[in-house]
């Protein structure tokens, strides 16, 4: 049982360490702005954390066995033998140290996103609001001739 839950941990941090270097190359991609890649990374991203996700509840079901119900990893350790204890305090906190670094790799890649999104929004704005000039020579004291001024995508040729 020791066993299965030291594989289990062991597929867990092979799994963060891809996506460690998935969120890497999607950082790339989101300082190139290359649209194509970046949406194949999210769906193999999603394929990743589906696989987390089943290695997770195995390894909630492996404490379960060992320990019984509503018991932590900590208590279940001390039902198992010294050796098999320190490989898996040493994988938790291999795990521990990968989850948070890619919590802080997915911050940053939040903040990239969220500064494209107001990139493009702000290019938006200057594309369609109406501009404060007409876009045709006017007379200075002639009024314009119509009274809803338009965007630069609403303009007659």
């Known amino acids: 049982m020791g066993q299965q ?3 289990t941990m062991s597929n867990m941090i092979t799994l963060h360490e891809k996506l460690m270097s998935l969120g890497e190359l ?3 991609a989101l300082i190139e ?6 949406s194949e990374m999210m769906k193999n991203e999603r394929e990743l954390l589906q696989a987390l996700s089943v290695e997770e509840e195995k390894r909630q ?3 379960e066995r060992l320990g019984g119900s509503g018991q932590t990893l900590k208590e279940v350790l001390t039902k198992l033998s010294p050796a098999v204890r320190r490989m898996i305090e ?3 906190i291999t795990l521990k140290e990968k989850a948070e670094a890619l919590r802080t790799l997915n911050e940053q ?5 969220k500064d494209a999104m107001a990139f493009v929004h702000h290019m938006i704005g200057h594309l369609t609001a109406s501009p404060e000039q007409s876009l045709t020579y006017t007379r200075p004291n002639q009024k314009p001739a119509s009274s809803t001024p ?6 007659k040729a």
């Open 33 to 38: 702005r290359d649209v194509n890649s970046l």
């Open 150 to 155: 338009r965007g630069y995508f609403d303009t």
């Open 26 to 28: 999607k950082k790339e």
């Open 109 to 113: 890649n939040d903040v990239l996103l």
């Open 5 to 7: 839950l030291l594989a």
């Open 61 to 63: 079901e492996l404490v």
């Open 90 to 92: 040493s994988r938790a």
